[in-house]
């Protein structure tokens, strides 16, 4: 688990990360999201003690990661996937995690299979990686001291859909195995595949954070029917506001219960009813962050 | 147990199995530095070039040298030079990687205490230094009976305990340099450079100013550290000499070094 309780770190008079708390439980995967420049990596930074917060604290299991005696045994960190020697080859990279930590020495090439680099690639120079490549062997390092928790920053950055489908598998599985997974992105779309909770950060601040269920509802729903004017009439008798879109869908802030039961009652057909995905919650993404921009501006 | 690909039900990826952990002991951190100073192309080359140019040295005094020159203590310090000039700059760039290579973000996060990493790193500089000098004498012996026998001439065995000692304190007094250099400018470019300024400039500079000015003839032993250095390579013979490295190394490296390890321990590491 980690706790971020009232962290902040100010720059002269510019606050990068402004008195944010927040939990990552454990079984979880928390998606910190938020556009660049909003504070994530000076977060993450602050948490795994490279950077000193002006204020509050970060904990892991209720430790400060400083006070850990071997950290990479318990946190697993990828920060910048760039961030190696390019002259190491990737299997040396991994093998001083492994002897840094004091792990057997067969765990570096269980992770190398587990983040499917092959030999041949494992014993290439790391400047010669793609970034998909770094990602794989970042995450590879993170994992090789079976750590209890991942901080993760923007890991699904350069993996092509498959790879993020396959870390979306990976951090799931994790997950649920009791893990904690922290990860950032600035993408709405990555966080929506991989992550159970929502933390939305802009202009260091929190502007919303919980399970990506509610925040989905709270984006409302989409449903179809063959006879929208009847669709339309049904849902006003329920008392439900909606917009008829120019695709002939009807978006709704009601749950997706409600907008069935309002069809049922109506006697509608209907031909799709689901919770409005990432162009809602991406809508609320932009607005809450221009949100917070605007107040800036004011102040 | 092996591990089979991506499978996600695979426990690999947490298995539960190497969960107790205990302190990290500073050998172990030692020993993954010293490996770390190896395991790169540029970093392989620096040390073996140590050992390279060594040998070129060794080649070239029995090749031109004069025959009186053809002594152990003249072999063991063609051997050395070499060690005295690219060592700490394996110290320096050992250091400066974590930042200018970025490396630091990992390191730190495997050790966080920044304190412990850097005097891992000198450790293992200060191990890669004994083993050179001990080649260097090696080397230096080789040469001396080699030379010798080409030359016709009695082998002189010119180098007691002692000053091999001091030898070897002014190579860790030259290390340290770098030592200190690395964590006050935490950039291998930077450090590379400011490293040559001090060992060539600095003591040009202080020489010709020596030469102008009386005031600064008597000031200079207690404030040019290459100056007070020579007497370890040439040989301690007075009580001021210990002195004037005592002088001199507090102010070139104990002093700069302390804000040094401040700046590494505060800066943030991106």
Known sequence: MITIDSLTKKYGASTAVDDISFTARNGRVTGFLGPNGAGKS????MMVGLTTPTSGSATISGRRFADLPNPGREVGVMLDASAQHAGRTGREILTIAQQIMGVPASRVAELLELVSLTPIEADRRVGNYSLGMRQRLGIAAALIGDPSVLILDEPANGLDPAGIRWMRDLLRDYADHGGTVLLSSHLLSEVEIIADDIVMIGHGRIVCQGSKTELLQAAGTVVRAADVVALQRALAAAGLVAIVSEDGSIRTEADTVSVGRAAYDGGVMLTELRTADSGGLEEMFLELTADTRRERTAA | MTATTIDPANDTVRTGRLT???HIPLSRVVRVELRKMFDTRSGFWLIASIGITGLI???????FAPDQYLTYYNFAKAVGYPITVILPMVALLSITSEWSQRSGLTTF???PSRRRV???????????????MLFAFVVGAVGNVVGSTIAGTPMVWDLSVGHAATIVLGNLVSLSIGVMLGMLLRSSAAGLVMYFVL???VPNLSSLLAASQDWYAKLQAWVDLPFAQTSLFEGMHTGAQWAHIASTVLIWIVLPGVLGLRLVMRSEVK
Do not use: Q
């Open chain 2, 118 to 132: 850097v005097w891992a790193k000198t450790l293992s500089a200060v191990i890669v230094a004994v083993a050179s």
């Open chain 2, 20 to 22: 107790e952990t205990t």
């Open chain 2, 57 to 63: 040295a060794t080649i070239a005094t029995i090749a």
């Open chain 2, 199 to 201: 060992v060539l400039l």
């Open chain 1, 42 to 45: 000076t977060s993450m930074r």
């Open chain 2, 109 to 111: 996060t495997y050790v």
